[in-house]
């Protein structure tokens, strides 16, 4: 690496090897969409940055490796650094030529992905508050820096919605991937642009899964089913039951049933979160597996939104799994734990869509299970008459 030559990038949440596929598709997506907005070019490399307390810490000062994302080559540095540097370049304390400094000086943008949903309280602080060190260090470092498409808010805690739009109001830029926080951006004069989420930059690949039509995906978040994650503990007594539902119905229509996890890890399961546990727990549960198909393997972001795309109609509990319908043009139908889903499918013209299932009662079941059903008879009609 020369220094002074090379231009770097930052991007907060980076991890296209992320146990949720959602927030892998915002890592592959994101290098696309900040080159399609002109903020970066293919001479850009990617930094990701480790702070360490104490010096004496036996950490790899700098790691490299090569990316392959949507067919371009990305090389990535991940820096392990004593906090001290930190602090000295805080201060402008730029006489000791270190590491840090030779690349921090060297980064054009920081863009802060923040998980495309993590600028909220809603799944606690603590989550929230590691969304922000990106952020908290371009303004520090005096790096511009952009809020990429994402969805902020909601607040439980009207602090906290306070110190969020204190940050943004220091961004050069603030893209959302829909409208419901835009009163309060506008009430403090802060501008933004809606644009879509980072998923729809990433391409599709093909995964050699066969599929049976006429077919339809189902998407069984571990989140929901677990009812154990977070502040959402205790909301989903009767999710099990829904997609249980949901399965019978499409059974009794002749379809295929494929369950596809969204997030997931095939070597350590995410407590109270992962998607494969929660399907395999469901599918076995199942009494009736006629026409039903668990897919059981460890496909990357890209090959998910590809395997989505061949349904013929889609039931989602995980955002970015209905954002992979949606951008490939894939009929679909959410199941909702928070505003988000609602302003996200209405930003790309979708109306009457989605089922709220926080504290779904039995007795509320038969109603959402005829809301998918006319959704999915109104698809059938409309592929009728073309």
């Keep these: 690496m020369k220094a002074g030559t090379t231009k770097y990038v930052i991007l907060s949440d980076f991890n296209v090897r992320s146990n949720n596929r959602g927030t892998a598709a915002l890592g592959y997506g994101a290098l696309a969409f900040l080159q399609s907005k002109g903020y970066i070019d293919d001479g850009f490399e990617i930094v990701k940055i480790r702070f360490h307390r104490y010096p004496w810490s036996k950490i790899p000062k700098e790691k490299v490796s090569e ?53 909220t309280d809603l799944y606690g602080n603590k989550l929230l508050d590691s969304r922000l060190p990106e952020m908290k260090l371009a303004i520090e470092s005096r790096i511009p820096f952009i809020v990429m498409p994402q969805t902020i808010g909601p607040f439980l805690d009207p602090a906290n919605k306070e110190r969020i739009l204190s940050i943004l109001g220091k961004a050069q830029k603030i893209y959302v991937r829909d409208t419901n926080f835009v009163k309060e951006l506008e009430d403090k004069g802060l501008q933004y642009e809606v644009d879509n989420d980072l998923s729809c930059y990433m391409q599709p690949e093909p995964v050699d899964v066969e599929i049976k039509h006429p077919c339809v995906g189902v998407n ?54 992962d998607d494969m546990e929660a399907s395999k727990q469901f599918y076995d549960g199942l009494t009736e597996k006629e026409k039903v198909f668990f897919v059981d393997r460890n496909l990357i972001s890209p090959q998910i939104k590809y395997l989505i795309s061949r349904m013929d109609f889609f039931i989602g509990t995980r955002m970015h799994a209905n954002f992979a319908a949606i951008f490939t043009g894939t ?48 698809d059938v009609k409309s592929k009728q008459t073309k």
């Design 67 to 119: 990316l392959d994302i949507n067919g371009k080559k990305w090389k990535l540095h991940e820096l392990s650094v004593w906090a001290l540097e930190r602090y000295l370049y805080r201060f402008r304390l730029h006489f000791l030529n270190t590491l840090y400094r030779r690349i921090i000086s060297n980064v054009r943008i920081v863009a802060a992905i923040n998980g495309g949903d993590g600028l």
């Design 220 to 273: 069984v978040s571990g989140l929901a089913y677990s009812n154990r994650f977070g502040n959402l503990a205790g909301e989903f007594d009767c999710y099990p039951a829904l997609m249980e539902g949901i399965v019978r119905m499409f059974q009794s229509k002749g379809c295929n049933v494929y369950i596809i996890p969204h997030s997931y890890n095939t070597e350590s399961i995410e407590a109270n979160n």
């Design 331 to 378: 009929p679909v139908f959410g199941l909702a734990y928070s505003y988000k889903f609602k302003g996200a499918f209405e930003r790309n013209g979708i109306y009457n869509r989605v089922a709220l299932i926080n504290n779904l009662k039995e007795s509320d079941i038969s109603g959402v299970l005829s809301q998918i059903e006319s959704a999915y008879n109104d």
